[in-house]
């Protein structure tokens, strides 16, 4: 793929787990969460449920003004002319349509504010879920999900809606141009157009969240990688987000069939929700593992190949010391403080068999003397090793500050300044 996100690099958020890499796929990983996790997989879809209610109440609120604003005016369906006929009637049903549009709609985009926390949490809880293998808390729904992830995704979400609102608008006014007898082809291509506008402005606003839940970023850079990302990967993008919105093509469906119908609310009550994001946060993780890890690891390689002997050096040397300051916390030891000739099994002193001789035992003595001169002469050689001069300095440092300073057999105050650095 021949393009960049490099500010996507090493900005990950999933600073609380460490992700565990997929044994059967990304696609098995994510089916292996979903029959494994069933349980937490509902009950994170019936937290984002209520912080959905506001929103399905708006939208129930709406067919029910619609509904009692029907019985008032004596017209038929779609058409306008009731019997016995009123004159001025054309255009009543959809004029209700556009009024009940364009108030509760509106709130509709309100209430996006609230149904964005439930997002927020599940879509960071099932993507924690998912690169863990099942990984789960409530505290962390709100606490790593919805206060690190909001930002990032009430702005896609009140994006979309508002696309939507424009959307439903422009179709009511198509509605009632015709009922009215006005000129259809204007109305019809604004409203074709928006629809075209606002499922481009799903997509894009999908990207949005993915990348605004899995990374740490500015809205500005946000804006930018998630459209990269959006016209980089097209087919793939258009094919997954089809397959993420299957509890809404059933539920569709289901319009024409009862039985259908009731099978969609089920499922959208119990997991419906939690499927859309797991598929959709699964497929995005895909694209990311794809695009910014090899990046990372080729930047990692080429700085290494770049390094010059006397970096190597350093870094070996910095590591050395890292080492000795992780080790003074177990407390000091000889074994570790100074250096220890390596001695290979065939340099060992040979014990002493069942029956020996003096001169036997003068081998013995000899061969302990001279590995005891190999051991001296190693540890000068190699005292002044970072390793070992970091250590002992660290522990020198330390017990000197626990030694009385002289004045009045006060010791002097210990503390990490003066015991650790």
């Keep these: 793929m021949a393009f960049k996100v490099d500010s996507l690099e090493g900005n990950e958020n999933a600073a609380e787990y460490t992700r565990k890499a997929p044994a059967g796929g990304r696609w098995g990983q994510t089916w292996d969460a979903f029959k494994g996790n069933f349980g937490k997989i509902v009950f994170i879809n019936i937290i984002m449920l209520v912080f959905f209610a506001p929103a399905v109440a708006i939208i129930v609120l709406r067919s029910m003004y619609i509904s009692g604003m029907g019985m008032q005016y004596p017209f038929n369906s779609n058409t306008g002319i009731g019997y016995p006929a009123y004159p001025g009637s054309e255009g009543l049903t959809e004029s209700i349509y556009l009024s009940a549009d364009l108030l509760f709609y509106s709130l509709l985009i309100v209430a996006g504010f609230i149904a964005s926390i439930g997002i927020a949490g599940g879509a960071y809880s099932l993507k924690k879920l998912m690169n863990t293998g099942g990984e789960f808390s409530f505290k962390s729904f709100f606490r790593n999900g919805v206060k690190s992830c909001y930002f990032n995704a009430v702005f896609p979400v009140t994006l979309f809606l508002v696309f939507f609102f424009m959307t439903a608008l422009v179709g009511d006014w198509k509605d009632l141009a015709i009922a009215t007898g006005s000129a259809k082809g204007g109305p ?8 075209i506008a606002t499922v481009l402005v799903g997509i894009y606003s999908g990207w949005l969240l993915a990348v605004g839940v899995s990374y740490k970023l500015k809205i500005t850079t946000l804006i930018k990688n998630s459209f990269v990302l959006m016209i980089g990967t097209p087919i793939q993008t258009i094919f997954f987000a089809g397959l993420a919105l299957m509890p809404v093509w059933l539920y569709l469906i289901g319009l024409s069939a009862m039985i259908v119908q009731l099978i969609s609310y089920i499922i959208l ?11 959709w946060m699964s497929y995005t993780q895909g694209v990311f593992d794809a695009i910014v890890t090899p990046n990372i690891k080729a930047a990692e390689e080429a700085a290494k190949a770049k390094r010059t002997p006397q970096q190597v050096a350093v870094d070996k040397a910095e590591e050395e010391k890292q080492l000795a300051r992780e080790l003074v916390a177990a407390g000091k030891s000889e074994l570790i403080g100074k250096p220890i000739l390596p001695i290979a099994e065939e340099a060992a002193v040979a014990p002493l068999g069942m029956t020996y001789t003096r001169a036997d035992v003068s081998r013995v003595s000899d061969d302990k003397k001279k590995l005891a001169g190999e ?3 190693y540890e000068q050689e190699h005292k002044n090793d970072p390793v070992y001069a970091e250590y002992n300095k660290l522990f020198a440092e330390r017990e000197k500050a626990l030694q009385s300073d002289g004045k009045k057999g006060k010791k002097k105050k210990v503390s990490s300044e003066n015991l650790l650095r």
């Excluded at 019809?188 to 629809?195: E, G, H, N, R, S």
């Excluded at 009550?269 to 598929?279: A, E, K, Y």
């Design 188 to 195: 019809i291509t604004a409203y074709v157009f928006a629809i």
């Design 375 to 377: 051991i001296s002469a």
């Design 269 to 279: 009550v119990l997991f419906g929700l939690s499927f859309m994001l797991l598929v």
